[in-house]
């Protein structure tokens, strides 16, 4: 490898798989590959659902081991969740999965201390009810002296050292996006002790050295630098947006699509709170804007449920169907739980009055269509709440993969969408790092290397958006 190549780990951590990835980074090259993937399956106990996080430690010192010799590691994953820790910095049980039934009710005793409308204004977090600031009221442990936020604590396993990243401390609902520090007045009237915190990080920071132990069981060759990276992998996603210029909107997709625009300043107005737009923090100052839309899950449940298609074939057949003939709010939290679902696909349209989907093919565009409408109400509002405009969509992640969804997308978004790259989230990783490391420049040289080197497919919008208005306008009952 030349000498001006450096090779990076990132640890990506999803709630039903991990995996290490390599990417190798010079002037004018990124490659990214994958060393280890393992699965992330979490384990209902009698006191509830809990991560099985030493399962997914070792998976991280496989893959490390996989990697071969590196020149810096970097850890992100899913937000809000947290391990607590004894004065002697032990473990004091597996962490709480954040689909745990223990915060059932807590959100209306925490409006009744702080109002929902204040809460928004001090911390512009959307309402989710497993926020962290939620699991620490209904916390019922004792005897912890420290919290870290699961890459935190992870990095803390690797080094034996203490922090807490700024990306993923933004998802707690207990830091002031203004001000890009804790909000210590909401914690004080919710009686939380931000004291459990380890200091902030910043994205780029040094997080430590990998421990001798660490070194011996992954055979790596010290020094290994351990750096804080967005640890919330939407962050570490946003990073990698292939955007030039302010004027973009992003759509990061997978199980969720998370839909948004990169700003300077939160937006912390009631009518933003009212269309549950999120305010957290990305790298370098910026505000990742967004709403959280149901996502490819629709189509991987009823994908289950069909015993395994074909996806290509699928998605061929579901290109046929007329278009916008039945949509459904993507969105409706009857649709969260597993099971069923191309049955309530069908209830959600025959209660709506519209054609019900019958074969794979028709409910497979319906969801798309869906998908794509939801996709555009956000954008649209976003611009609107925000007032900043965009001429393009990027749509990055694993539904960069649906060249329907990402044509629907740019049809009802009435702009161009370019789709790519499908691992923003690791690729955002080693980016990071290897800024940090003197090799690439700010985020928008970080954005130029990776418009040079990945592949990226664009979308011209197709059709005229008074279809998709037409078809808002009948969810809406209007």
């Not at 951590?13 to 699965?39: K, N, Q, T, Y």
């Not at 209902?44 to 030493?54: A, N, T």
């Amino acid at each position: 490898m030349s000498a001006s190549v450096k090779s990076y780990a990132a640890v990506d951590l999803g709630a039903s798989s991990g995996r290490v990835m390599v990417g190798r980074v010079g002037p004018d090259s990124l490659e990214l590959s994958e060393a280890h993937r393992f699965v992330n399956r979490p384990v209902r106990v009698p006191e509830g659902l809990r991560w099985d996080i030493l399962s997914l430690y070792g998976g991280v010192l496989d893959g490390l081991k996989a990697a071969g010799q590196v020149d810096s590691v970097g850890i992100d994953s899913w937000a809000v969740d947290y391990g607590l820790l004894d004065a002697d910095g032990a473990l004091l049980g597996n962490p709480v999965h954040y689909r745990d039934s223990r915060t059932e009710g807590v959100a209306q005793k925490v409006w009744a201390t702080v109002p929902a409308p204040e809460l928004y204004a001090a911390t512009g977090l959307q309402y989710a009810p497993f926020n962290t600031l939620y699991q620490l009221v209904a916390e019922q442990r004792t005897g912890a002296r420290r919290l870290l936020l699961i890459p935190d604590l992870l990095t803390y396993w690797l080094t034996g050292e203490q922090g807490t990243e700024l990306t993923n401390a933004s998802t707690t609902q207990l830091i002031d996006p203004r001000t890009r520090g804790w909000s210590y007045d909401t914690a004080s009237r919710l009686g939380i002790d931000l004291g459990l915190f380890a200091p902030l990080r910043q994205p780029g920071d040094p997080a430590g050295l990998l421990r001798p132990e660490v070194l011996e069981e992954t055979g790596l060759a010290g020094p290994v630098p351990v750096t804080a990276v967005g640890s919330h992998d939407t962050a570490s996603a946003v990073a990698a947006v292939p955007a030039s210029g302010e004027r973009f909107a992003y759509i990061c997709t997978g199980t969720w699509s998370l839909a948004g625009l990169e700003l300077d300043a939160p937006v912390l107005t009631e009518e933003s709170r009212a269309a549950n737009f999120t305010n957290e923090l990305g790298l370098d100052g910026t505000v990742r804007y967004l709403r959280n839309i149901m996502g490819l899950w629709l189509l991987q449940e009823c994908v289950r449920a069909w015993g395994d298609p074909d996806l290509g074939e699928l998605l061929l057949d579901a290109a046929k169907v007329p278009a916008l003939r039945s949509v459904v709010d993507a969105s409706d939290p009857v649709f969260l739980p597993p099971g069923r679902m191309p049955e309530r696909i069908a209830e959600a349209c025959r209660a709506s009055g519209q054609p019900v989907p019958v074969s794979p093919a028709e409910v497979t565009r319906c969801i798309l269509d869906s998908l794509a409408l939801a996709h555009r109400k956000a954008v649209e509002e976003a611009q609107r709440l925000a007032d900043h405009p965009v001429d393009v969509v990027h749509v990055v992640g694993g539904g960069t993969r649906n060249a329907l969804l990402c044509q629907l997308t740019a049809d009802a978004c009435g702009l161009p969408v370019v789709a790519g790259p499908t691992e923003a989230a690791a690729l955002g990783n080693v980016l990071v790092q290897a800024r940090a490391h003197g090799l690439v420049g700010d985020l928008a040289g970080g954005r130029e290397l990776l418009t040079r080197t990945q592949p990226l497919t664009r979308y011209e919008p197709q059709g005229d958006t008074a279809r998709w208005r037409e078809a808002q306008a009948r969810l809406a009952g209007v």
